[in-house]
């Protein structure tokens, strides 16, 4: 049984009609779309839905799709009210990937335990803290209610260099050899907090920003008003490299990206977010950014993730992973393999452009693109290729790393091929296939098919009906 609840009104009773309801699509490479449908009430219901309302479908219980009135319409033909609804998760192609949209949400890790006093030793650069259970490289936060030394800034994070248990020093940046020197004593009360570097750090072991994807997805939601919830994929390996002849397998809290690159995807230079978000610049770059659900969408694909509103709790989401891969037609696997074949007619060629100096993301000077990870296969002749800059980062988990840092970020990375696999395969498909399904489920069970012609580049919803 199917409901359909408009501001937290059930008026299934009164709906003659109804689209499919599209609450798992995906495109051909796997990536989410985010569909609306429509329905139809009679003359006679007396909850006349309003643009902006909330649109809550359940099915046999369960929540599995979350909407908003985008339209009211009148056919007083059948007597009927045509009503449009839009996916709320759209709420997230309105918002473009930026630091002027998403810096401060992601740099707000300062922890919730209560703030402890502490005083500055000018002549030693030391702080003192008794008791403060900090050890190198952990990240902290200063305020005052006076002033603090020259050389420290409030809300900053700083890194650890531990003395004893009761004296610590400050370091610009993780892991580096000096500490910083205070040039004025200060003046009124001090106190100091943890940051948790292993969610968002400032200035890591390559003196840049880093975030790891679980804050950046989590995150992004924020800024869009919505609520996601991590927490049934948190542990699962989503990639596995070998350092220094270990094994180590990265889940969604182990990769990361640099923050500034992030700000840069799709632009076609290197370059700090300062210039690309200046409203002043000759350039315009705002052609050129993605939107925050582009990048949701990409991810959930590249990974095998779904989205599941989380049942009773409206705006927000749980992200799953299937333990079963989607399927095609002919059985064959669609998603999360590796394997690429070289395609009839003029192949293929896949590349990256990026620039692999860290440092070119900290200044407003433009720095060119070089294409990395370049590979052809057949002839060539069909470029796949991801936005510029976008390069995911695997955090150092090595015996004794500390939290938040990363691995030689000119070696260790999400490989290109890894990352493009789903796309790979969907132009494997197209060039041999004129159709092919996807059949994909949530965890309630819930089945929904698509029909892809390949040919018309379109694809349909091939599930069932839902009954009211």
Known sequence: MTSIIVQSLDISDFV??????????????????AEGFSFSIGFSSLNLP???????????????????????????????????VENILLRMEDTMVSFEKLG????????????????????????????????????????????????????????????????????????????????????????????????????DNENSPNINLNRTLKQMFVAC??????????????????????????DIRSLCLDEYMLYCLNIDSAMLYTKIDDPDSSADFSFNKISIWDFVSFLCGMFGFILEPSNGYWGKFRLLKRTTPFSVSDDDVTSLIEKQKAKDGGGYTIYMKRNDLRSAYKTPTESEL??????????????????????????????????????????????????????????????????????????????????IDAVKNQYSIISETYDF
């Open 16 to 33: 003659t009609d109804c689209d499919q309801i599209p609450f798992l699509v995906r495109n051909q490479d796997l990536s989410l779309v």
């Open 50 to 84: 309003s643009v902006g309302n909330t649109v809550l479908v359940k099915h046999n219980g369960i929540d599995v799709y979350q909407g908003i009135v985008k339209s009211v319409s009148s056919d007083h033909n059948q007597l009927v009210y045509r009503i449009e």
């Open 104 to 203: 401060s949400f992601f740099s707000d890790v300062v922890s919730p335990d209560p703030w402890q006093t502490c005083s500055f030793i000018r002549n030693a650069n030391s702080v003192y803290a008794p008791n403060h259970r900090l050890y190198d490289d952990e990240g902290v936060v200063f305020h005052s209610n006076g002033s603090l030394p020259g050389g420290i800034n409030p809300d900053t994070v700083y890194y650890v260099r531990r003395l004893d248990p009761d004296y610590f020093q400050l370091r610009e940046r993780m892991q580096a050899g000096s500490a910083i020197l205070f040039t004025t004593d200060g003046s009124g009360d001090h106190e100091y907090n943890y940051a948790d570097v292993s969610e968002w750090n400032y200035r």
């Open 225 to 250: 008003g919505l609520i996601l919830d991590t927490s049934a994929v948190e542990s699962t390996t989503l990639y596995s490299r070998n350092v220094e002849g270990t094994n180590y397998s990265y």
């Open 370 to 451: 070089s294409e990395y990870e370049k590979s052809v296969a057949g002839g060539g002749k069909e470029e796949i290729t991801l936005w510029n800059n976008l390069k995911i980062l695997l955090r150092d988990k090595r015996p004794g790393a500390p939290a938040g840092a990363v691995l030689s970020s000119s070696s260790y990375f999400v490989e290109l091929n890894k990352m493009l696999s789903n796309q790979l395969l969907a132009y494997n498909y197209d060039m041999n296939r004129k159709e092919w399904f996807v059949r994909g489920s949530f965890p309630s069970g819930d089945v929904l098919e698509l029909k």
